[in-house]
């Protein structure tokens, strides 16, 4: 008999990749007791270093995604300049292991729930009461019960364990009037990856493929011609498994991956096309990067035309900004371009009520698989995205906690608070701002523009400040000050400019923009911090004409502090004293309620 060990929690959060790495941070944060439960040894998902698809977003000017992604990022750039694959691993495990109130369960493959049918809050019929893991180094079965469960597994796990109602496959033109062609639903989606990598060297070395591996020639790459000097170049078009079934095939649609990409190495190295006699196999994926599964029906299912259409949501808790990026489901076979690429209208708002269930009362979920329509998951799936609401749902389950509500109670009665607490976080909602205190708004100023007390954390077209410039460019050791008539301070907000279009990087706009490379050069660029970023600061409350320092940074990887103080002062004081680059300091917000 294997050992049985109970672990009681506010939230469980199954699955760690980005959304559910975030979503664990966010909720423990706030001081919810939290369990991450991942079924691989290293977290990050399709992130990780088993799988190396890269972290994409929301395209146009600065519509990068901040809250904990953005302070990942910034670590990642701080720590491993040359996007070493071990290191960011050891970010990532980094950002959840020193978080106390999160219990990591690595390795453990979530195989079970216990539920219980009645008739519950919110007209749902169905509550989680336990779930059940198998951790396979300790051969031990680990039984989690928890207030709130999240599944941020991609393949959304519990829905067939707890009976939550899901979609799979695409929708036909008539069930949302989409822009699709599909005249009836069928259960084909997008496929899965596993991805080769190349590393250049100094010396020519042979790559004899494997017997597996796919014979190809010049025909199986048309519209697909790799180009290992291209930086853009991750052979994510080596893809299959979107006409069969994307669960129920994976291990045999995974050697044919991995078959496709040895193949495709093979071509690359042997065809004499491509100037390739001094790459080397760096990389070779054994574990699918999967696009699209099962979609948890929620409150609201987001459909195309909502993205397409630039729809606000009251309930706005992320945006999104990929294109409709629909891949054919034949994948590597499809003949033809392998995509669609449409734009969207960036940033788009996405709602809260798509990221809980409307038939289990307390369960949430993030990532690929929340209550969207295929042509909407084309756009919703990319990891960036994902971040973002995975922070939404942890940030939600801590209001769940501390206010004894359900995820649709927090709906009814304390969404503008779960915005308020985002948005103090640095979470960007396009059709928000944060509110600034009457006490900030009537003390006085000294060293900056009023802009910096508008509560806009990021100069932006939806707010008509995309070409304004920071609030305040001060030189180092200058101070921006406020005084007023002596008050309780309960928090000071402080922003500054990471260079969210990373233009103070090198290399071109891939590098620049992801953490991770694929093929590496010997001419790869090497990493460092955004140049506009602060480097060191100061942050001073002063009291009756008595300092105190509230915060001394140096070295400084973050793009925003919200600072709890409840102190009284009559007067702050904000000391950027270093940039990470020269020249003057640029400070995009500095205000307190």
Not at 116 to 140: F, H, L, N, P
Not at 354 to 382: D, Q
Not at 509 to 526: K, N, Y
Request: proline share 3%; glycine share 8%.
């Amino acid at each position: 008999m294997l050992e049985r060990k109970v672990i009681e929690c506010d939230l469980c959060v199954v699955g760690g990749g980005m959304a559910g790495l975030t979503s664990a941070i966010a909720a423990a944060r706030e001081g919810a007791k939290v369990v991450l439960m991942h079924e691989r040894p290293v977290l990050g998902g399709n992130a990780s270093s088993e799988i190396r698809m890269w972290v994409c977003g929301a395209k146009g000017k600065n519509n990068r995604e901040t809250g904990i992604l953005e302070e990942i990022m910034l670590e990642s750039l701080y720590r491993n300049p040359t996007k070493s694959y071990a290191l960011w691993d050891s970010i990532l495990y980094d950002f959840v292991t020193r978080e106390k109130n999160i219990t990591l369960l690595l390795n453990t493959t979530c195989m079970d729930a216990e539920t219980a049918e009645g008739d519950y809050a919110d007209g749902r019929s169905v509550r989680i009461e336990k779930i059940v893991g198998y951790q396979m180094t300790t051969q031990r079965f680990i039984e989690v019960k928890a207030a709130l469960y999240a599944d941020c597994s991609g393949d959304s796990i519990l829905a067939p364990l707890s009976g939550a109602e899901f979609m799979f496959g695409r929708e036909s033109k008539y069930d949302f009037g989409e822009d699709t062609n599909l005249e009836e639903a069928d259960a084909m989606t997008m496929g899965m990856s596993c991805l080769v990598y190349g590393r250049e060297t100094n010396r020519e070395i042979t790559f004899i493929p494997p017997a597996f591996a796919k014979k190809l020639g010049d025909s199986d790459f048309e519209n697909r011609m790799p180009d290992i000097y291209d930086e853009t170049e991750n052979f994510w078009y080596l893809e299959l498994g979107g006409n069969r079934d994307s669960i129920g095939d994976t291990e045999e649609l995974r050697h044919e991956l991995v078959a496709l990409a040895l193949g495709t190495w093979d071509y690359v190295k042997n065809s004499g096309r491509f100037k390739a006699e001094k790459f080397d196999v760096d990389f070779l994926g054994f574990l699918p990067g999967k696009r699209e599964s099962r979609r948890m029906c929620g409150e609201y299912i987001v459909t195309q035309r909502d993205i397409s259409g630039g729809r606000v949501f009251e309930d706005e808790v992320a945006y999104g900004g990929w294109p409709l990026d629909d891949h054919f489901p034949g994948g590597f076979y499809h003949r033809g371009v392998p995509n669609t690429d449409f734009a969207t209208p960036a940033p788009y708002s996405l709602p809260y009520r798509a990221l809980y269930s409307r038939n289990v009362e307390n369960l949430f979920f993030a990532g690929r698989n929340i209550s969207m329509t295929h042509l909407a998951m084309s756009s919703i799936r990319v990891m960036a995205t994902c971040a973002l609401l995975g922070e939404a749902v942890g940030k939600a389950a801590y209001l769940c906690i501390k206010h004894g509500k359900t995820p649709h109670g927090v709906y009814l009665d304390h969404i503008c608070e779960l915005q308020e607490l985002l948005l103090n976080e640095d979470c960007f909602l396009p059709s928000k701002k944060r509110c600034i205190s009457d006490a900030c708004l009537g003390a006085t100023i000294r060293g900056a523009a009023d802009s910096i007390r508008n509560g806009e954390d990021r100069e932006h077209i939806r707010y008509g400040t995309e070409d304004r410039g920071c609030a305040a460019l001060v030189k180092a050791g200058e101070a921006i000050s406020y005084s007023f008539d002596k008050a309780t301070v309960k928090a000071v907000h402080i922003v500054f400019d990471s260079d969210l279009n990373r233009v103070t990087l090198p290399g071109g706009w891939c590098e620049q923009g992801h953490s991770t490379r694929a093929c590496t050069l010997l001419d790869s660029p090497i990493m460092h911090m955004p140049l506009t970023l602060c480097k060191s600061f100061k942050l001073i409350g002063v009291c009756d004409g008595c300092e105190e320092i509230i915060l001394d940074v140096e070295d400084n990887r973050k793009r925003s502090y919200h600072v709890e103080c409840n102190k009284e002062y009559d007067e702050l004081m904000l000391v950027a004293l270093s940039s990470w680059g020269e020249g003057d300091i640029p400070v995009i917000s500095f205000d307190f309620c």
